[in-house]
């Protein structure tokens, strides 16, 4: 069973904009750091793209290639991430995964598809 549920992906057009949530189930995620990969379509697991991240303080940190179009914040009460991405274009294209990290315990979520249409 998953412990992080990711929800709001879909398909946009180039340009667009779309906001992802990553919420717990079953569990909290107190003080972890939290991050989105994304892994393209067709690419193996190895291949998981780091995307952004945000400690329990917190400070964020972003792949070059999404810098200044992202935003990862983190609601502390809901224990919930989100990943507001704005000008998508359709090298954003890929499933989108949430992960929870503390002291090497990771988990993920099971994904959400985003698509760009150019």
């Known amino acids: 069973q998953r412990q992080l549920v990711e929800s709001g992906g879909g398909l946009v057009e180039s340009g667009g904009s779309l906001k992802l949530s990553c919420t717990p189930s079953?569990?909290?995620?107190?003080?972890?750091?939290r991050a989105w990969y994304r892994q393209a379509p067709g690419a193996p697991r190895k291949d998981r793209e780091f995307?952004?991240?945000?400690?329990?303080?917190?400070?964020?940190y972003y792949s070059t290639s999404v810098k200044g179009r992202f935003t990862i914040s983190r609601d502390n009460a809901k224990n919930t991430v989100y990943l507001e991405m704005n000008d998508l274009n359709p090298a954003d294209t890929a499933v989108y995964y949430c992960?929870?990290?503390?002291?090497?315990?990771?988990?993920w979520g099971q994904g959400t598809q985003v698509t760009v249409s150019s």
């Open positions: 992960n929870a990290n503390l002291g090497g315990a990771t988990f």
């Open positions: 079953g569990r909290t995620f107190d003080n972890y750091e």
């Open positions: 995307v952004a991240a945000i400690d329990w303080s917190g400070e964020t």
